[in-house]
């Protein structure tokens, strides 16, 4: 099983604390409610239980995975991204994470539903299967001014201040491995 994530850790650390619960007992309190949607389950916890939205969100996600046998693989989430009318793009996302992993022992690849986290001590950067015929690198830049195929972040993704497309395998040059590092290095 993959490393938990330090801030969802850190919300499960916190749940006996904050909720008056520990989390096995909430899942008892879910199932013997009988719910099972997500909305359901957050309206329970939030109304009658009065859990603040931030705490019942999580308890719900985990409660959710718990009951369908936990949560998906890492390699399940990249294959979902790449399914289908995206699997074109995979080819271009194989060659990013193995720039990435280049980098130094210290990276961490972190899958998630939609995209796959690139992280150090933080996350530096981001690579999301946008479209079907486009994949995009977000990274965290600050104070660096768009130039070249380095955009600004725009409305792409509030973790990210730059974000750099990517159509096809020649696309991923030199110019985009070097602002890959860049990320890393300031991370």
Known sequence: MPDIDPQLQT??????EKTGKSLEAWYGLIQQAGLEKHGEIMQ??????????????????????????GPPAEEDLVAAQYADGKAGLRPIYDEVIKTVESFGKDVEIAPKKAY????????????????????????????VAPQGKLE???SFNSMCTHRIRLEEPGDFDAEVKGWLKKAYEAA
């Open 152 to 154: 600004a972040g725009g």
């Open 116 to 143: 796959v986290s690139l992280r150090r001590s933080k996350q530096f950067g981001l690579v999301q299967p946008s479209t079907k015929t486009r994949l995009d690198i977000g990274l965290n830049l600050k104070d």
């Open 11 to 16: 919300m499960i650390d916190n749940i006996p």
């Open 44 to 69: 329970l916890l939030k109304g009658k239980y009065e859990v603040t939205h931030g705490f019942a969100n999580t308890i719900t996600l985990l409660y959710r995975q718990h009951a369908e046998g």
